[in-house]
């Protein structure tokens, strides 16, 4: 029969001895730190992400909208020799400092249609601000209408276009003056298109509109871009 050694039991229960109840709350708080650290790594990361995907967004609506308006304006007309109710049109109206209402007819394979483009703010704040586009192939050119060249919004014709646009402005350049003018251009009064004009859209990401809906003015939101493009008019005299 083997003996024990007491005093090697003695040994091992002190090798197994517990941690103290300083040492656990030190452990805690030390684990406590690390995860927070994990936790503001990550909601970081997550903000640059959607942020990146947000800014991505918003240059594919950027490019798109202007491959459309370089397409459709190199093919404006104006005729307004044309029998009464089919005088064909050229029309930017300032609606504000910051948005303008664009109306003009144009030539595709079909024949001619009327086009057309305006902001469409909305009383819920900037996220919901969208550039809508007129199109139309029939019943064209009521320039009697009501606020006319500016969008009802409630036809069938006029539908959303490019969402987080936040402002559309469009100038003409006057050769006379030699800048560009930020009025209206009323083509059943000049018979002739501008020689070239330009447009300016201003965009907000959707996180950025978010956060400004309680703010009224444009110039007061912050993170609001620009983009500048001009157009050559190849009918214009």
């Known amino acids: 029969m083997k003996i024990v050694n007491p ?43 959607i942020s990146t995907q947000e800014e991505a967004e918003v240059m594919q609506n950027i490019r798109s909208s202007t491959e459309q308006f370089n ?62 586009r007129l199109y139309k192939n029939k019943r064209m050119w009521n320039y009697s209408e009501v606020n006319w060249p500016a969008l009802n919004f409630e036809s069938k014709y006029v539908e959303p276009f490019a969402f987080g646009i936040v402002a559309f402005k469009v100038k003409y350049w006057s050769s006379k003056k030699g800048r560009w003018v930020g009025g209206n251009w009323e083509s059943i009064d000049r018979n002739s298109l501008p020689r070239k004009i330009q447009i300016t859209l201003k965009t907000l990401t959707k996180s950025k509109a978010r956060a400004a809906r309680n703010i009224e003015k444009l110039s007061d939101v912050r993170g609001v871009k620009s983009f500048k493009f001009e157009i050559n008019l190849p009918q214009a005299r």
């Not at 197994?16 to 040492?23: N, Q």
């Not at 910051?98 to 003009?104: C, G, H, K, Q, Y």
């Not at 483009?117 to 919901?128: A, F, N, Q, V």
Request: charged share 25%.
């Open 7 to 49: 005093k090697s039991k003695i040994a091992n229960l002190k090798f197994f001895k517990g941690f103290t109840l300083i040492e656990i709350l030190v452990s805690i708080a030390v684990l406590g730190i690390l995860m927070a650290s994990l936790m503001v790594a990550f909601n970081q990361a997550n903000k640059v992400t």
């Open 71 to 132: 397409r459709e304006l190199s093919q404006a007309i104006i005729n307004n020799n044309r029998p009464d109710g089919e005088q064909v049109y050229f029309e930017i109206k300032q609606l504000s400092r910051e948005n303008s209402a664009l109306r003009f007819g144009c030539t595709t394979e079909r024949g001619l249609v009327e086009i057309g483009y305006e902001i469409k703010p909305s009383e819920k704040g900037w996220k919901d601000y969208e550039l809508w």
